[in-house]
């Protein structure tokens, strides 16, 4: 049997316990140490940020530090995590020579996803796993698992519910859209997750979940458990760590690369997972001198992003060099991220820069990455179809009008609407009032069912990063322009965003629409390539 040690760190601070993730892979990594299963928890809530995320994008930060919730980011990529006091959390760190393709990686995840769920039906919970690394009951989500690679040591975490979490104040820490901040959706959120308390009425001691938990590590891998404590190496390797995962930098991650001199390009894919690059490139030298890679994905190894950031800056913005650039830097490092094939991030990239086009069609420098390209579309099909809808947000509209929940529009002159409208008689579009995601999808689906190729339409750019696969999905081609002001992914007013009515007023660039629709009626045709 092969030996485990298992260790007890207790309570400690979301940055205590991410320097210890660190530490332990570290010493993982160099043979320091053996095969070692931790359990541990938190001093208060926290918000755990996936490796690559932008915790702006993911987070509400000032209700957070309002609230005294601790923000983090953790080793392993994924979703955003809320945890509180009596979340337990649990991780294995192990060297394996040779552990490195996807199939042996996806193999390891299940068989981990497994030994929880043994542990669990030890418990007496009839819980199920779920790929790619949830544990479920009864269709509820229980726990879950997520990992990552450093040379031949792989760290795999997870966390389990012991007790109800706040569901009201887990959506309002993450940037949950205000409109499901309302009674009835947080209800129909509470019941997509369980707790143990939930599940067995009241939660054993955290003791019999470990030892639960211990037995299903050992079943699965027919290993033994001993118990342990830390090394003095891993309180060396931790000191270091904690300066790193307690600062600023480490919480805020990647953000946009800048650099005034060059043009800023942007873009988002959401297929499995979602990513976001965002370029810097010199337009005279055609030549990509700056890059971030962000998301919720997976990528192992732990350093893939930042080599494959780096292999990036520096080549010429040609879309076959990108795509020989991100598939070799794959194969050097044994790339693997669950779900997504190298040629999303290059495609993703590609898509960035041919934002640039939209500068001959009128858009400023600035204005780039306030327009979002849906799908592969031809521009000279734009106006010869039946109809072209312009698609416009109901929150732009006068937070007084009595058009604001219906279609229509007074012509009053007190919001954007109405140079909205007056733009789509002039280009001889038909404008549709968007409520909700569900009219959306619903208009989209009978538009391109009734023969139609394209749409134009604005929205906030999160609510284009939530819903970018179910464009996908949808299959109808367009344009987004981005809106201004605080959106219902903001949180605005606590009481106002409780009650479920998004009261504030956003602003339309239709200055910015006008010249896409003067340059797009102008243009002789090319294609605009999106998902691909």
Known sequence: MRPVRVIDTGPRT????????????????????????????????????????????????????????????????????????????????VYREGLATGEQLETLTMQLSVAITRGLNILGVDAQYKHPGTVEVAGRELCWVGGTRHGNAVLYQGYIRVKDVNIERMLYALRIPTEKLKNKEVDLFSKKCTSLKWVLSEPPPLASVKWAIVEGFCEVF???????????????????????????????????????????????????????????????????????????????????????????????????????????????????VPGLVPDRFSQTIIRAAEKLRFLDWGAYPEELNEITIVGDCIAKDIFKQPVTPLLIPYCAKDRGCKFRYIEGCGRCGKCDISGAYILAEQYGLETITIQNYEMLEEKLENLKKNGCRFFIGTCCESFWVKHAKDFERI??????????????????????????????????KNELLLRILQGLSNYSGEALHGFS
Not at 63 to 75: D, M, V
């Open 14 to 93: 979301s940055a205590q316990n991410v320097a210890l993730d660190k530490a332990l892979l570290m010493a993982c990594k160099e043979q320091l140490i053996p095969d070692t299963l931790r359990f541990f928890q938190f001093t208060s809530d926290c918000v755990l940020l996936g490796y690559h995320q932008i915790a702006e994008q993911e987070v509400r930060l000032s209700f957070c530090y309002e609230q005294g919730i601790e923000i983090n980011r953790r080793l392993t990529g994924g979703n955003t995590v809320y945890c509180d006091e009596s979340t337990l959390g649990w991780e294995i760190v």
């Open 222 to 336: 027919n290993a033994a458990a001993t118990p342990g404590r830390l090394k003095d190496i891993e309180d060396n390797y931790y000191s270091a760590a904690y300066s790193e995962a307690s600062s600023q930098e480490w919480v805020s991650g990647q953000s946009e690369v800048i650099n005034p001199e060059h043009y800023q390009l942007r873009d988002t894919s959401k297929e499995q997972a979602v990513v976001t690059v965002s370029i810097a490139m010199d337009v005279h030298q055609q030549r990509i001198d700056a890059v971030s890679i962000a998301g919720d994905f997976y990528a192992y190894p732990l350093e893939l992003v930042k080599e494959l950031e780096g292999g990036l800056c520096g080549i010429m913005a040609n879309p076959g060099l990108i795509r020989k650039t991100v598939n070799d830097c794959f194969s050097k490092h044994q790339g693997y």
């Open 475 to 508: 299959g109808l081609p367009g344009i987004l322009v981005n809106v201004d002001n605080s959106t219902c992914y903001d949180l605005g007013k606590e009481q106002e965003a409780y009650q479920g009515s998004f009261e504030n007023q956003t602003r339309l």
